[in-house]
Each structure stands twice: as structure tokens, then as C-alpha cells.
């Protein structure tokens, strides 16, 4: 018996038909005001994630809990992106969320190339190319670029959470998060 998944495996990403980075350039692109990838029932995507709610209860010695909210793989390489929703102009991110985040990002660039980036918005209307975000990427958390605040300027109770500010973020349109997208797949 032949290995099925390693036919399909080996279909999938064989290197013999990966396009070059001067075949992908010639390539016309094409963009389109529909979303690439919908949620064809929402109401049962809403239960799914409901039902995952009721895995760690109360009585439990584990607690929290939080999920990457996109992450793209082409050719081995990867992006990673995490949304967060500003308020008073600055995110929230749990310390957990973001050692998680670093550690993954370095293994990940061991091997392969990582592209992760932290995104936060107020009302970001993604089918709009115009709309505005905030974004910073992984290695300027390393280096220092984006400061690790771990209590808010405003208040001096410190919590088990990063905040970071707007004003160290870069502002980029949705379009311009495309492109960047795009600029790393062709990397891969």
C-alpha cells in the first residue's frame, strides 16, 4: 500500500512547481472587494467557540486562555497576525499571550522564516482599503523599539499584561497590510 499522505504531502508542496520570485513577479495580481475566505454559518462558528469556553471550568488549576488569530504558512514560512481593539489608546496584551508569541516567533525563525505582527484598531473596516490600523512586528518588541510597559501610564497597579501605546505604533491602511502580506508570501 502506497503512503497516501505522503503522496498528497509531497503534491502539495512540491518544489518543483513553486514559481521563482521573477516568475511570481510577473504574475498580474489581481484584488478584489470580496473577502477571499468567509464563514459560511456563523451560527455554528459562533458554538464552536462557545463550546471550546466550556473545556477549563471553575475548580480547575489551569485558567485563561487565548488564540492566534491568523497565521498564514506558504512554502514553510509563516505570518502571524494578532488583532487587538484599542481603548484609551493603547492594547492589551495578556505576558502569557506575548512569551508565547516571542518564543514562537524565534523557534519559528530557526528553521524557516516568521513574520509576526500585532495589529490593533478601533473600528477597522477590513472590506475598505482606506481604513486605519495600528501595526508593530515581532522584532520591534525584541529590540526595544516598542517599549514593555506592564502597567498603564495612568494607572500604577501593575497586571499580568503589556500595554502598549498608539503613538509607538506604526498607522497603516488595510491596503497597506496587504501589501505587506503579500511582500512576505513572495518571500516564502
Not at 45 to 51: A, I, L, M, N
Not at 94 to 103: F, K, L, P, T
Not at 138 to 145: A, Y
Amino acid at each position: 500500500m502506497s503512503n497516501e499522505t505522503g503522496d498528497i504531502i509531497d503534491s502539495i508542496y512540491d518544489k518543483d512547481s513553486v514559481l521563482t520570485p521573477n516568475e511570481r513577479s510577473s504574475q498580474i495580481l489581481r484584488q478584489s472587494p470580496r473577502a477571499k475566505y468567509k464563514i459560511f454559518d456563523e451560527e455554528e462558528f459562533t458554538r464552536g467557540r462557545e463550546v471550546l469556553g466550556d473545556l477549563i471550568v471553575q475548580g480547575m488549576v489551569t485558567s485563561g486562555g487565548t488564540d492566534i488569530d491568523w497565521m498564514i504558512e506558504h512554502n514553510g514560512g509563516f505570518i502571524i497576525l494578532e488583532f487587538k481593539g484599542f481603548h484609551d489608546d493603547k492594547i492589551n496584551i495578556a505576558r502569557g499571550q506575548m512569551i508565547a508569541y516571542e518564543n514562537l516567533h524565534e523557534k519559528l525563525n530557526k528553521s524557516t522564516k516568521c513574520f509576526l505582527y500585532i495589529i490593533g484598531y478601533d473600528d477597522a473596516n477590513f472590506s475598505n482599503p482606506d481604513s486605519k490600523m495600528w501595526v508593530f512586528e515581532m522584532n520591534q518588541w525584541k529590540s526595544g523599539i516598542i517599549p514593555k510597559n506592564i502597567s498603564d501610564n495612568y494607572q500604577e497597579n501593575k497586571q499580568n499584561r503589556f500595554v502598549v501605546y498608539r503613538d509607538y505604533m506604526e498607522e497603516i491602511s488595510v491596503e497597506g497590510l496587504r501589501k505587506i502580506i503579500d511582500s512576505h508570501w513572495n518571500q516564502f
